[in-house]
């Protein structure tokens, strides 16, 4: 299996963000879409499901929690997601993992940190 048959959706209300993870995913050969807002991500996650998600927690309309939850309740094929945010306490994470996030990344992100949890997460080989 390789990247570029994986799509990933990238979900944060932050352009900068959105655009340096879409830069870093594109260039190991993923397809990368984006959301501005969790509502925005459902609609696309259940026009067609994704492989992998990279969600944001804090964003306006519905957050990464909601989002989460609410594709987890959906009967639609279920890729992992990492939750990516700058809040780092220990309940953040563990509302992440409750909401149904399967890992949790501290903003800022290195790209080799970034791709190796994307291709774990995928079960793609380094």
């Known amino acids: 299996m390789n990247a570029g048959s994986k799509r990933i959706l990238v979900?944060?209300?932050a352009a900068t963000v959105r655009m340096y993870h879409r830069q870093i995913l594109q260039q190991a050969g993923f397809s990368v879409e984006e959301a501005i807002n969790g509502l925005e991500g459902l609609e696309k996650a259940l026009n067609t499901p994704f492989d992998l998600y990279?969600?944001?927690i804090n964003m306006p309309?519905?957050?990464g929690y909601d989002f989460l939850?609410?594709?987890r309740s959906r009967d639609i094929y279920q890729g992992p997601?990492?939750?990516i945010s700058t809040e780092s306490?220990?309940?953040d994470?563990?509302?992440a993992?409750?909401?149904g996030a399967n890992f949790y990344m501290v903003k800022p992100i290195k790209p080799a940190d970034l791709l190796k949890y994307c291709k774990l997460l995928l079960g793609i080989g380094s």
């Open 11 to 13: 979900v944060d209300d």
């Open 54 to 56: 990279l969600v944001d």
């Open 61 to 63: 309309k519905v957050d």
């Open 69 to 71: 939850r609410d594709l």
């Open 81 to 83: 997601a990492i939750m």
């Open 89 to 91: 306490e220990q309940h």
């Open 93 to 95: 994470k563990q509302r």
């Open 97 to 99: 993992f409750a909401a």
